[in-house]
């Protein structure tokens, strides 16, 4: 069971590190994600890129596990919250448009929970 669990958290953590890349590699395409009352939007996109290779990187060697994935979670409880709620009822957004993103980041921020929860055990 042990090796389950640190295979899960290194492809969480791999895949963490892959949305962090992405958004260091397109940052300006990515700006338009943030929302409008947010200025410098680009500057908030490479800070989100360098949080999420940071957090994917020491879930992957199981350094300051606990801290990563609690981190990731809140990240992902911020992306629920700031993007994907309010997105839900933006006047003329599909709502099927927003919600694969907000069930994504439910998904991942249960997955950070767990691996917390396991680093603490």
Do not use: Q
């Not at 060697?61 to 606990?66: L, M």
């Not at 994907?84 to 069930?103: A, N, Q, R, Y």
């Amino acid at each position: 069971m042990k090796n389950m669990n640190k295979i899960g958290r290194m492809i969480v953590g791999l895949m963490y590190l892959i949305f962090g890349l992405v958004h260091m590699m397109k940052a300006s395409e990515m700006g338009g994600i943030v929302p409008d009352w947010m200025p410098g939007t680009e500057i908030w996109v490479y800070l989100i890129g360098v949080l999420l290779i940071m957090g994917g990187a020491a879930l992957i060697i199981d350094k300051f596990t606990y801290l990563a994935a609690m981190g990731l979670a809140l990240l992902m409880m911020v992306f629920i919250l700031t993007l994907h709620i309010p997105g839900l009822f933006k006047e003329g957004v599909d709502m099927m448009d927003v919600m694969p993103m907000l069930l994504k980041d439910m998904g991942l921020m249960g997955a950070c929970l767990i691996i917390a929860h396991e680093a603490k055990s």
